[in-house]
């Protein structure tokens, strides 16, 4: 079966203080990992995906196989990350399976 | 940049009737989604259509639902007789596909359907 947890429904950091969404997984195969952001009145979008690694808007996230993890993180949060993030997993089949989503809320 | 679009933004609808919501994918994409996201719940994948059939679907996507590409631009989920619990957001999505490539899936805005 393919699940995605994320056990935090809300988190709340003041702004330049460090960011840790979780997100843990179970799939047998090799799944590929996402984590997409709505922000506030907009439409889903794909904030970064495990097989590029790269670090987009200063958040990044790697795939740990042995803790089947895909935490996302950001060194120093933003007003403007504020939003609802979602960890994804897309194994067999192609079709997106996600976590609950995580409120991440940026204080001043 | 294009965007996957989707209308209405917002239907109500009486249990029993029939309601049709719209997408316009990306116009060279191949690979069509609809998902669905009950209020205070995770998002849900429905169903999966590819080369004019369905791929994939869901234990939600029962007989009530279908899915259609009734022309080169629409991609077209119906729900025949909603019921109460139909009541959610329904997300559209598409993504190109090339060799052994997988790209990204784009979101719509969603469609609201508020079922009486």
């Known amino acids: 079966a393919q699940r995605v947890t994320q056990p935090e429904k809300l988190l709340s950091v003041f702004k330049g203080a460090p960011v840790e969404l979780k997100c843990n997984y179970s799939?047998?195969?090799?799944?590929?990992l996402f984590w997409y952001v709505q922000y506030s009145r907009q439409r889903l979008q794909l904030l970064l995906r495990h097989i590029s690694r790269e670090s987009i808007k200063g958040f990044t996230a790697d795939l740990n196989k042995g803790e089947t993890s895909f935490h996302l993180k950001k060194p120093f949060a933003q007003e403007e990350d504020s939003a609802m993030y979602y960890c994804a997993l897309s194994g067999y089949g192609n079709k997106l399976v996600f976590g609950a989503g995580t409120i991440l809320r940026v204080k001043s | 940049e294009p965007e996957v679009t989707q209308t209405p933004s917002h239907q109500v609808t009486q249990m029993g009737q029939e309601v049709i919501l719209r997408c316009v994918p990306i116009?060279?994409?191949?690979?069509f989604y609809w998902y669905r996201q009950i209020l205070g719940q995770k998002v849900e994948f429905l169903v999966s259509?590819?080369?004019?059939?369905?791929?994939?679907k869901s234990e939600i996507f029962d007989d009530q639902f279908s899915v259609e590409r009734p022309d080169g631009s629409n991609f077209t989920l119906k729900i025949r007789s909603t019921k109460l619990e139909d009541s959610a957001m329904y997300f559209c999505?598409?993504?190109?596909?090339?060799?052994?490539?997988?790209?990204?899936?784009?979101f719509g805005p969603g469609t609201r359907l508020t079922v009486t």
């Open positions: 799939y047998s195969g090799s799944p590929e």
């Open positions: 116009s060279n994409h191949l690979y």
């Open positions: 999505a598409s993504r190109a596909i090339s060799g052994l490539a997988v790209y990204e899936q784009y």
């Open positions: 259509f590819y080369n004019n059939e369905i791929s994939e």
